[in-house]
């Protein structure tokens, strides 16, 4: 392996950090709320260490491979949210050092699962940071890297591969770092509409620009005790449409922009997570009618909580653990599909689940027809079976390591069956808020330091989409030369 | 530029891999989608699956918009085709593999006139030029044509007992009394582009530039040049090795040619009446004496296998054949081949590069006052050689060299002016009208300003 280039790229990220962190400190400045020293602190911890790394391990050769690829993206992931979570630790107003490290990779891997208890107690600058990681962790901070820093070599693709979501990764121009431009620039130019049109609705800039960090991630912290509820409807639905459309892939985006509006409207995966959305916004909706008694309100907040659960923003505008358990039961399933591939939104992807549900009919068929030859289908092309293959082992590795972080959990003498499970599933797939214990009104903050660090590995686990991080405690990546 | 390349064989991979080198947004299109996931993975460029004649796979690849179509898919009718599709479709210029010597002369000025088609490359042409050019030169030696035949730069590896080495480059042209320079050394994995207190030793592999005559006189006193080739044998009946027959019948040598499939055979021996065709298989030494190996002058392999070309070659060699000539398509084959003493090593997919790069170079500067007009890699592609045309003024003319200041690893090897070459020294200046031959090593010129530091 190609260590040294492994090494050298952390130390670009954590530069890149150490001009990220430039923001909180503005912010802390703005609104003279004490915390420009910690952030200045970590600043220069984080260019420093970036610093040594890049001077100890020049690289001797621009070559690098998969292998590379996966291990640089959960290095850097992990280094990152090492490197985070010390504004919070040094401010003291997250006290625990392993607190502060679940809440910023619950922040940069758009999770948005908190220890906080009376998160409107925080410096404004620490909620900025908060949600400025769900911002960067949303597109990727690789992405961000291959945007700004020329390309050293064409192998670059598979660091990116490591870090987008979805079965696989189609460029938008030819070179790569025009692509990782282009999707920055959508991702900044809907970020901003959307804090725009939130100011429209009466929103302080503050809390319009926080709020649309977290639903452009797909991240989901928030500012106040009781989430979005105690906005205005029209910010309401605002947040919701720009969640949703954050859950989509950017690939469509581009076609949208390069007037290629056909194939886009086509699209296998757009429908099928149309479709997933409103059946499940319906069936909520009628399940949870008898509760409010009027149709406007019902529909507000089950499309909300459906736009927010299944791109895994984790959002909330009602506490929804009180609604019925066929409603509850939804929005567990939704945080397992999760929203598309190339989008900022986690969970195994509607295009995972579409391509499953297709070789499972023609496994069927093949099991009556055993000679028959069948072809799988997505976005109008014949899928191969490689990719098959590779979504079908994927999911099985998926839900193994959901039962074994279920059963580490478990070992918590105070929670129950459903907490537990919820906790598990809200992290794994990025979303933040469960049910029961860790419900939209509560937090994580009770459970033990052991089962915090089982939980943060799981985000990073779910966000890098299992293979980084797995080649990276693998000994064998690093014994190996 | 946005290129498009559809056709990612030997050819078109080898063009991908320069064309993303020199910086150029590159599309690949191929119907083999496993092909395009690797070619992906390993240099930053698009890959696009599927037909290079449907409309829908063009407008995708992004061909509407592009500047450059290039089709160099194993089929001329597909190549063609495609072009014609991709110019319509919006692409600004286009270029075609047509090999097939039935598409030329008439029928293909026709059709590259009706399909709108800015670039015919016929490789296997270009490889019989190239093989034509070195036989008619000295063996161990590559030769180079500039400004329409005015320069030569020729490369050779040098012999222990060879009468340049042991002197300083500065007094070498007074000892031969001829006018030339030596532009570029490789010695064992370094290349270096010497200055006057050089010395040259035994095994050193060197670029010389001369105009013919100079080069004919300073040959000729090295005790380098003897008889040109006249008897020629040809292994593998290819369309370059027709092409190359068709060439050296002309300049009245006797050429024969081994093939082992009856068909081909037949065929050429219709469609070039004096060469003599014998159908066998060459890879049987004893058949090549018996058709008289020996004798030969030169022996050229051109079968489609890399190992067989390269075992022949040296058999030929070792049977005191005077030239040998291989196609070796393989890179890493091609280096061992070198390393173990044949010099003479040709690769299709170099040299079909080499034009479209040039191409392309000369596409992107057309606007430009400074044209590059012929572009050659020597040394294994490590240095460039470019010829500039000087339109007008600009900081380079009208300074002598010697005052100029020019980038470390770069050479001025040429100055033609009013059809005259000149090899320049330090007074000499560049004034505009002339054309230029620059040497570059590590460096990407674009234009001749670029050589200043």
Known sequence: MNRKMVFYTTGQILLLNALLLMLPLVVSFLYADGCWLPFLLTALISAALGGVLQLTCKPVSNDYYAK?????????????????????????????????????????????????????????????????????????????????????????????????????????????????????????????????????????????????????????????????????????????????????????????????????????????????????????????????????????????????????????????????????????????????????????????????????????????????????????????????????????????????????????????????????????????????LVGPALSYTNYSDFSKLVLSFGMLLGRLELYPILFLLNPSTWTKK | MKIIVTGCGKIGTTLLASLTAEGHDVTALDNDAELISTLTDSYDIMGVCGNAVDCDTLEEAGVRGSDLFVAVTGSDELNMLSCFLAKRLGALHTVARIRNPEYSGKSLSFMRQQLDITLPVNPEKLAAQELFNTLKFPSNMKVETFSRRNFLMIELKLKEDSPLCGIPLSSLRNKFRANFLICAVQRGDTIHIPRGDFELHGGDKIALTANPGELHKLLKSMGLLKKQARDIMILGGSKTAFYLAQMLLSTGSSVTIIDKDKAICHELSNTLPGVMVIHGDGAHEQLLVDEGLRSQDAFVALTGNDEQNILLSFYAASEQVEKVLAKVNRVELATIAEQMGLSNIFSLRQMVSNVIVKYVRALENSSGSNNIETLYKLMDGRIEALEFKV???????????????????????????????????????????????????????????????
């Open chain 1, 68 to 436: 590379e690829g996966f291990v640089i993206t959960a290095l850097a992931w992990l280094t990152l949210s090492l490197v985070g979570a010390l504004p919070f630790f040094l401010s003291r107003q997250i006290p625990s050092y392993v607190d502060a490290f679940f809440e910023t990779v619950s922040g940069f891997t758009t999770t948005g699962a908190s220890i906080l208890t009376d998160v409107e107690a925080m410096s404004k600058s620490l909620l900025f940071w908060r949600s400025f990681t769900h911002w960067v962790g949303g597109m990727g901070i690789l992405v961000l890297l291959v945007a700004v820093l020329p390309t050293v070599s064409g192998r670059t693709i598979h660091v990116l591969r490591a870090e987008m979501p979805g079965p696989t990764m189609g460029k938008l121009r030819p070179r790569l770092s025009d692509t990782a431009k282009i999707l920055y620039l959508i991702y900044v130019v809907m970020t901003v509409i959307e804090i725009i049109l939130l100011l429209f609705g009466g929103m302080p800039l503050f809390d319009s620009i926080v709020h649309s960090f977290g639903s452009a991630g797909t991240g989901g912290f928030g500012i106040k005790a009781d989430s979005i509820a105690g906005y205005s409807n029209y910010c309401q639905w605002v947040i919701t449409v720009f969640m949703f459309l954050f859950g989509v892939n950017f690939n469509l985006y581009f076609m949208l922009l390069i007037g290629r509006f056909r194939p886009a409207l086509k699209s296998d995966e757009l429908r099928a997570y149309v479709g997933i959305a409103l059946t499940a916004m319906l069936l909520i909706s009628v399940n949870i009618y008898p509760m409010y008694h009027n149709l406007a309100d019902t529909l507000r907040l089950s499309a909300f909580q459906v736009s927010s659960i299944m791109t895994t923003t984790g959002y909330s505008t009602v506490n929804f653990d009180a609604w019925p358990d066929f409603s509850r039961t939804i929005l567990i399933i939704l945080m397992f599909i999760g929203a598309s591939a190339g989008s900022t939104g986690g969970g195994l992807k509607v295009s995972r689940v579409v391509l499953l549900l297709r070789t499972v009919r023609r496994e069927f068929q093949h099991m009556l027809h055993p000679r028959s030859i069948g072809s799988v289908k997505f976005e109008g092309k014949p899928v191969e079976n490689a990719t098959l293959v590779s979504v079908s082992t994927y999911f099985g590795l998926y839900m193994a390591i959901f039962a074994l972080m279920l059963l580490l959990v478990s070992l918590e003498p105070d929670f129950d069956f459903t907490s537990n499970f919820s906790a598990v599933a809200a992290c794994f797939n990025n979303i933040g808020p469960g049910l029961g």
């Open chain 2, 391 to 453: 339109d007008e003024r600009s900081d380079v003319t009208e300074i002598p060299l010697k005052e100029l200041p020019i980038k470390k690893d770069i050479l001025l090897t040429g100055i033609l002016r009013n059809r005259k070459p000149i090899i320049p020294n330090g007074d000499d200046m560049i004034v505009p009208g002339d054309r230029v031959i620059v040497l570059a090593a590590g460096h990407r010129l674009q234009s001749l300003t670029d050589i200043l530091r």
